[in-house]
């Protein structure tokens, strides 16, 4: 390879880094140039002194010379001296203090510079996430116009479909054999649930989930809902963002949840479309697989209550918040319409 070659592709590549971390090295390089301009600023007034006193002793022999020759030494030629000596003072503190105030400035604009470049590269990713967006949620109204909002529901978040699994009966029942007596239910494995910016789990693993007492867990959930819908109908709130609601429930704060939620539009109401659910296990020996089996019923929820009390590791709810929707039933967001009222 010629040297000509390699400092080509070496200046391409600085080029490039130069690029890609413009901003970065303008905003650094220009805090360190303004710094620098204080510290010669700091160092140019230690000298500032000797200035003053220069001017002071030129402004004494002009007041002098009018004192002793005030025939000869005219006002005109006193107000020419002065003059003289206010521009050589002032020619002095600029050569003094004009390298600091040039790089200060410097750094200033490199500064801005490097604001502009990050703020510009900030409108092109948010144009772009905003158009790709708009193509997710036409392909998602084309799923929904074709197959219905639960095969968008499925294909999108990931639900899992139902698969018939034996378990054993909750009531500890014996067959004539004086087996554990099973029964056969539809489950759903918890791996295919995905926890997106709208669904949620809650069970043991969340510092709000009460061990002690199921219906604890059971009056946060609904008590929740009942308080924010509540004030929303009575307009006391204008809008909830889902963080706040991710917070009451214990659950941590996203990015997403400040931009998507509930507005006190008519007819609204916070649901978390809460499914109590209970845990089992499925499958070979090598592998089990927790499955998840939907309460939906009283009897279903006198199973529930008998799996908390015996483990309350075992049972939990899964969250689906009902943050407001287009006319598709796609989660739209709300910050925008917050702040422009």
């Known amino acids: 390879m010629s040297i000509g070659t390699s400092i080509m592709r070496f200046g391409n590549k600085m080029i490039t880094t130069l690029g890609h971390h413009g901003p970065t090295i303008a905003v650094i390089g220009g805090s360190a140039a303004v710094i620098a301009g204080c510290v010669l600023a700091c160092k140019a007034t230690l000298k500032a002194e000797d200035i003053l006193d220069t001017h002071n002793v030129r402004m ?64 092109i990713a948010v144009s772009a996430v905003t158009a790709l967006d708009k193509s997710f949620k036409e392909y998602r109204k084309q799923v929904i116009n074709e197959f219905g909002i639960e095969a968008d529901e499925r294909f999108t978040k990931n639900r899992g479909e139902f698969v018939e699994v034996d378990r054993v009966a909750v009531n500890d029942t014996e067959d004539e054999d004086g087996e554990p007596k099973t029964e056969k239910v539809e489950a759903i494995p918890l791996d295919d649930i995905v926890e997106d910016d709208f669904t949620r789990i809650f069970d043991y693993r969340n510092p709000k989930w009460e061990n002690s007492a199921w219906l604890f867990n059971d009056n946060l ?74 309460v939906n019923s009283e009897d279903d929820y006198d199973d529930f209550r008998e799996a908390f009390r015996k483990d309350p590791t075992s049972v939990g709810y899964l969250l689906k918040f009902n943050v407001d929707t287009d006319e598709n039933g796609i989660p739209c967001e709300i910050y925008h319409k917050v702040y422009k009222r």
């Open 221 to 294: 959930i609904h008590q929740l809902e009942a308080w924010y819908t509540r004030y929303l109908q009575a307009h006391a709130f204008d809008h909830v963002f889902l963080n706040s609601v991710l917070k009451d429930l214990g659950f941590e704060e996203t990015g997403i949840g400040h931009f998507y939620g509930w507005t006190d539009k008519p007819g609204c109401y916070v649901s978390f479309n809460a499914i109590p659910f209970i845990k089992i296990w499925d499958g070979d020996d090598d592998k089990q697989i927790p499955m998840m089996i939907p």
């Open 60 to 123: 004494n022999m002009v007041r002098e010379a009018k004192a002793k020759h005030p025939n000869e030494y005219t006002s005109s030629d006193e107000k020419k001296d002065k003059l003289q000596v206010y521009m050589t003072t002032a020619g002095s503190f600029a050569r003094l203090y004009g390298p600091s105030l040039l790089i200060g400035a410097a750094g200033f604009a490199a500064i801005f510079a490097g604001f502009g470049l990050i703020k510009r590269r900030y409108g």
